[in-house]
């Protein structure tokens, strides 16, 4: 079964939708970011959602310290790395890491981690650009560590990037937007179609 994290959760709302609609994961960002949310915010948020839903704190070149910090306050479950952070700086963390790898070819360092995150290199953010890249660069992944697809995917793609890759999961955030907000029709959308590609074979 594909997993689904919805990520750049700001509001209660938006994570319960998810959540009632089939998500897997919640992303909160505490990086700086359009999509950054604040450890009281998240913490607020956190403990009215039930357990069984993982939440994700997605952080850029934070101290190891500082994370865990953040995760227990917040009750997070999983520890998302977006900058270049190294494995001997995360090795020990008590919480299962997320590392990404910012895509721009097929010539990848792989990281060690629990799960890889495949994202669009931009020159500008360690993440989030709403930009696909190409898909193509993965065909020599073998997959020894599952991982999460990311980048501009959106209901028009996400198909398609699934019958492509096979990934353990996919992860949106601006492709559930509209102006920059979390969009509940594109949320249950988005979620149902990846659903459906997994009733049928592409």
């Given amino acids: 079964m594909i997993k689904i994290k919805i990520c750049?959760?700001?509001?209660?709302?938006?994570?319960?939708?998810?959540?009632?609609?089939?998500?897997?994961?919640l992303g909160f960002v505490f990086a700086k970011s359009k999509r950054q949310i604040t450890k009281e915010l998240a913490k607020e948020i956190i403990?009215?959602?039930p357990k069984d839903i993982l939440k994700v704190g997605v952080f850029v070149d934070c101290p190891t310290d500082e994370m865990i910090?953040?995760?227990?306050?917040?009750?997070?479950?999983?520890?998302?790395?977006?900058?270049?952070?190294?494995?001997?700086?995360?090795?020990?963390?008590?919480?299962?890491?997320?590392?990404?790898?910012?895509?721009k070819s097929s010539k990848m360092d792989i990281p060690k981690a629990d799960y890889l995150l495949f994202d669009t290199w931009?020159?500008?953010m360690a993440g989030g650009s709403g930009k696909t890249f190409d898909w193509k660069c993965l065909k020599n992944y073998k997959g020894k560590i599952p991982f999460f697809?990311?980048?501009?995917?959106?209901?028009?793609?996400?198909?398609?990037a699934?019958?492509?890759?096979?990934p353990f999961a996919v992860d949106v955030s601006s492709g559930v937007e509209t102006d920059g907000i979390k969009d509940k029709k594109k949320i249950i959308e988005f979620i149902k179609i990846v659903k459906e590609c997994q009733n049928y074979d592409l």
């Fill in 8 to 25: 750049g959760i700001r509001d209660l709302e938006s994570a319960a939708i998810a959540y009632n609609h089939g998500a897997d994961y």
């Fill in 47 to 49: 403990e009215k959602l």
């Fill in 69 to 103: 910090s953040i995760a227990d306050f917040c009750g997070l479950d999983i520890l998302q790395l977006h900058g270049k952070e190294k494995y001997d700086s995360y090795k020990d963390s008590p919480y299962p890491i997320i590392k990404s790898v910012c895509v």
């Fill in 122 to 124: 931009d020159k500008s």
């Fill in 149 to 160: 697809l990311a980048g501009g995917l959106n209901k028009d793609n996400v198909a398609k």
């Fill in 162 to 166: 699934i019958s492509q890759l096979s």
